[in-house]
């Protein structure tokens, strides 16, 4: 028998960037929702990210920006993430994200962008229905 | 400010008031809330009458403008002198789109420049360092070396603008560039007039742009506090920052409270650095923020002023009225601006914009409508420019002195915050002072707790912000034009370094970063060193490299 194992998420900040407030907010609201949630703190390289990950056995990746650096980060932490084998985490997004880039950004995998004014139920309903199932 | 038998009577009038026309009014028509609270959480009564000014005392409590203790405003003609300086933050891309920027503004009526910088500048690194991959440019202006900054300021007169350089960490070495480029224009030094924000320890806990640990850090603030005081007698040193904590999540008077005591903190360094209290004192600046609760942004304004006055008076006994007196910038808030309808954000910045003004500040900086999706277009600069100018000239608001005195409300909130606040600063000198509270994770808590907290009651709709969980509009069709930093601005950024460090004289700049690690290895104040070191177009990453090597670097506490 095998029982329901939690739902693991990590919360990273990519970059630079230092506004953490939505990356925290977010973080304890799914942690209030159940989740085991990892928060790697600020600027975070896309090899540190993909590194937690894997350390800690997340099957959920939330990245948080808000510096406009996204194009350039956001490619090589998928990119990461598929040559580590890591091809059913499910990723989500949130931050200051122009809404013309959203298209090209789910084409690298990420699953959902979250703007400004999200409700944090808006996210942990979306992390609930689509995290991958492990076996 | 009253006699007794008229509080009695005012009293008798309430409790009848309570009793018969109340009651009748709420049977019929109930109150929208079973309380009413502002940001700071405090309970905001029905009404206020004198009652609750009751212990008021014009001279001691208000007194004059441009007189101690400050409430009423720094300046004995305040607004009807001058106006405060309209000064909006700003940067992007390389150092030569900036400088068109400043020249627009300036031609459109800006009094003075704000520079926003980068990531790499902020935290210390050269655009061609790996960790800058993706942000040259993106969330400000690139400046690596003292070229950058030659570039940024083309054609601006140093003797005639003043400058304030948002920028902590390396605040030393834009200070010295900046230092640099008015001794090109020939502008003596004494002449050279701005701001450094130069706070670092609100970074530990609020902004988190942190290069060296607290203690390092305190030192540079105070290296620059010391040469300004000694040789640019018209740069502000220092901008004490609430501005930061309020948009990490903080409430008002946490904002008021933390940055007080950072403030003190500040004072204490510069003291024990063996400068006189009335010799810097009366450069320390502050900023703050301006957040949605008009009254309790006011309160908190007309609060900081009389109780820094009292600080410096009492605990630090300046004997300098100037060296009480409190001179703010304010930004109106950018985490209250929303991503939908995003035209609504104009209005929010108006209200904002007008308790600032009716708060009485020195410096405003007004966001603009597009702030929660972009970096500002020229067409939403304008705009937010223009908010000031319509409060400066048409509204009247700028014409008297602190016109919102000796109003119950506004006079008891005053008061309330004033010793909220204070029981915080008490808190924290029972901590040990600032640098305990930070490494214990105090402020970090609070002020997460604040966010979470706000934004709860934002889910919960216990909040109600207009087109976010409430008066949505199905479709926004808005057309904003959206500014875009070209990628090819990195690239180009990056060349143009690398060119400057093949053609530099080398060995000029290896020998100035000896002199620097064996100065800062010494304990004495690095601003010479650094002045020699940029003139040598040592870059800013070098400099840093070299006092990360001395100090380390700061490791962050996580605390959600």
Redesign the interface.
């Known amino acids: 028998m095998q029982s329901e194992r939690k739902i693991r998420v990590l919360i990273a900040k990519p970059?630079?960037?230092?506004h953490?407030?939505g990356a925290?907010?977010v973080?304890?609201?799914l942690?209030d929702a159940g989740m085991e949630?990892i928060?790697t703190?600020?600027?975070q390289?896309p090899e540190q990210i993909v590194e937690t990950a894997l350390q800690e056995d997340v099957n959920v990746i939330g990245l948080s920006i808000l510096?406009?650096?996204h194009?350039?980060?956001f490619p090589r932490i998928m990119a990461l993430l598929k040559k580590k084998g890591l091809t059913d985490m499910m990723v989500f997004a949130g931050g200051?994200i122009?809404e013309?880039d959203i298209p090209e950004i789910k084409k690298l995998g990420i699953k959902e962008i979250f703007?400004?004014?999200t409700?944090?139920?808006t996210i942990i309903r979306f992390v609930f229905e689509n995290v991958p199932k492990r076996t | 400010m009253f006699e007794k038998e008229k509080i009695d009577e005012i009293m008798k009038g309430r409790e009848r008031w309570e009793k018969t026309t109340l009651p009748k009014w709420m049977e019929q028509r109930s109150e929208r809330k079973s309380e009413f609270r502002n940001h700071s959480d405090m309970l905001t009564k029905r009404i206020c009458t004198p009652e609750d000014i009751k212990d008021l005392e014009y001279m001691r409590d208000l007194g004059f403008p441009g007189e101690y203790p400050f409430t009423r405003g720094v300046h004995a003609t305040m607004f009807r002198g001058r106006l405060w300086t309209m000064r909006l933050f700003s940067g992007y891309g390389a150092a030569e789109q900036t400088n068109q920027r400043f020249k627009y503004l300036l031609k459109e009526g800006e009094t003075g420049l704000s520079i926003a910088f980068d990531?790499?500048t902020?935290?210390g690194?050269d655009s061609d360092h790996?960790?800058?991959?993706?942000?040259v440019g993106?969330?400000g202006v690139a400046v690596a070396s003292l070229k950058d900054m030659e570039t940024l300021l083309d054609g601006i007169p140093l003797d005639k603008v003043t400058t304030s350089m948002t920028i902590n960490g390396p605040a030393a070495m834009l200070l010295a560039m900046y230092v640099a480029v008015g001794d090109k224009q020939g502008v003596p030094r004494e002449k050279l007039g701005g701001t450094t924000q130069n706070d670092m320890l609100k970074e530990y806990f609020a902004?988190?742009?942190c290069i060296f640990p607290p203690k390092p850090s305190l030192k540079l603030v105070t290296d620059i506090i010391e040469y300004c005081t000694r040789h640019l007698p018209k740069w502000n040193p220092i901008s004490i920052s609430g501005y930061h904590i309020r948009?990490?999540?903080s409430n008002a008077v946490q904002e008021l409270a933390f940055t007080l005591y950072d403030g003190i903190a500040y004072v204490e360094s510069a003291l024990e650095r063996g400068l006189k209290v009335d010799d810097f004192a009366p450069r320390l600046s502050f900023f703050f923020a301006s957040h949605n609760n008009f009254f309790e942004e006011i309160a908190k304004f007309r609060a900081a002023r009389r109780l820094w006055a009292k600080i410096m008076k009492e605990r630090f006994h300046a004997k300098n009225p100037r060296s009480m007196w409190m001179r703010m910038h304010v930004q109106t808030s950018g985490?209250t601006l929303?991503?939908?309808q995003p035209l609504n954000n104009i209005i929010r910045v108006t209200i904002q914009a007008l308790a600032t003004v009716l708060g009485g500040t020195q410096s405003l900086h007004t966001n603009s409508f597009d702030e929660?999706?972009?970096?500002p277009s020229e067409q939403a600069v304008r705009v937010a420019l223009r908010t000031q100018q319509i409060i400066a000239h048409e509204s009247g608001a700028a014409d008297t002195i602190d016109p919102l005195a000796g109003s119950y409300y506004v006079e008891a909130l005053t008061k309330e915050m004033e010793e909220l606040a204070m029981e915080y600063i008490q808190k924290v000198d029972d901590m040990g002072g600032a640098i305990e509270a930070i490494e214990k994770g105090f402020f970090q808590k609070e002020i997460?707790d604040s966010?979470?907290k706000y934004?709860?009651e934002?889910?919960e709709k216990k909040r109600i912000?207009v087109g976010?969980?409430d008066y949505k509009t199905r479709e926004e069709t808005y057309p904003i034009p959206?500014l875009r930093?070209d990628?090819k601005v990195e690239e180009e950024q990056v060349t143009r370094l690398q060119k400057l460090k093949r053609e530099r004289d080398n060995r000029k700049v290896k020998e100035v970063l000896e002199k620097l690690h064996y100065t800062a290895e010494k304990d004495e104040n690095l601003m010479p060193i650094i002045i020699d070191a940029v003139k040598a177009y040592t870059t800013l990453g070098e400099i840093c490299g070299v006092l990360r090597e001395i100090y380390g670097e700061y490791k962050?506490l996580?605390i959600?």
Request: proline fraction near 7%; hydrophobic fraction near 35%; glycine fraction near 10%.
């Open positions: 970059g630079l960037d230092s953490d407030r925290k907010v973080a304890r609201a942690r949630v928060y703190g600020l600027r390289t510096s406009g650096a194009k350039a980060l200051i122009p013309e703007g400004p004014g409700r944090t139920k | 990531y790499p902020i935290t690194y790996p960790f800058a991959r993706g942000e993106i969330c902004q988190k742009l948009e990490a999540g985490c929303t991503a939908q929660a999706l972009a970096l997460a966010s979470y934004q709860r934002t889910d912000i976010v969980n959206i930093v990628p962050e996580i959600i």
